[in-house]
């Protein structure tokens, strides 16, 4: 009697996968005696399956065992591993398969520090040119959050400002131009980060060049 028990990692599973994905293909790739035109259509297709699928498990065991792919793009987190790179991954392995508890499914408000499963992903939505904000939060905490907001409007105020003066106008070259200086000066003045700056531009040149040729695109600046 041994006293060593089996893991049955990852390569085993893959293993027992390749043996039976040898055992269909043999079973498919002789044809029924009397077999019909339409049958042996399935069958072949059937066959074609199976290869493919065999391919793709022989594919995850190098891949396994080298640590990369044919094309030579690491499939696995090896940086995250010690030397013991194939050990730590069939721990990792068996943790993914153990069943999920009470505990997996709640999350931490980024608040209180409370975990529970009454805790969401809560977008706040700011006017124009500020990005969303998304945190984790409970219940209580994320009501809090929202009846701290709502009062303070001058906030509100001064965005929608800044929104009205942003009306955007793409109906002439010339008013396209006039955009793309507009944008400008919102980044020079801050109000808008460079990577949305160029976003925009972007969006307004790809109209200008709608134009077509008579609008001398990019060579009309102010
Ligand atoms: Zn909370």
Redesign the pocket.
């Known amino acids: 009697m041994t006293s060593k028990k089996l893991i049955h990692g990852f390569l085993d599973k893959l293993g027992r996968n390749i043996q039976a994905l040898d055992a269909g293909i043999d079973s498919v790739r002789k044809p029924a005696k009397g077999e019909k035109p339409s049958d042996r259509r399935a069958r072949l297709k059937l066959l074609r399956d199976l290869i493919e699928l065999q391919n793709a498990s022989m594919a995850a065991v190098k891949a396994h065992l080298l640590g990369r792919d044919e094309t030579g793009s690491v499939n696995e987190p090896e940086d995250v591993y010690s030397e013991n790179a194939a050990w730590e991954f069939e721990r990792d392995f068996k943790r993914f398969l153990e069943p999920w508890t009470q505990k997996d499914i709640e999350f931490e408000?980024e608040?209180?520090?409370?975990e529970s499963e009454e805790?969401y992903r809560r977008t706040f939505s700011h006017p124009y040119p500020q990005e969303d904000e998304h945190f984790y939060?409970?219940d209580?905490?994320y009501e809090k959050q929202t009846t701290q907001q709502s009062p303070g409007k001058d906030d509100s105020a001064e965005a929608d400002a800044t929104r009205s003066d942003m009306k955007v106008n793409l109906s002439t070259p010339e008013k396209c131009q006039e955009m793309i200086q507009k944008v400008k000066a919102l980044e020079a003045a801050g109000q808008l980060g460079p990577a949305q700056a160029n976003a925009m531009i972007g969006t307004i040149q790809n109209a200008l060049s709608l134009f077509g040729k008579q609008g001398t695109v990019g060579s009309t600046s102010a």
């Open positions: 408000c608040d209180c520090g409370v805790v939060l409970c209580k905490c």
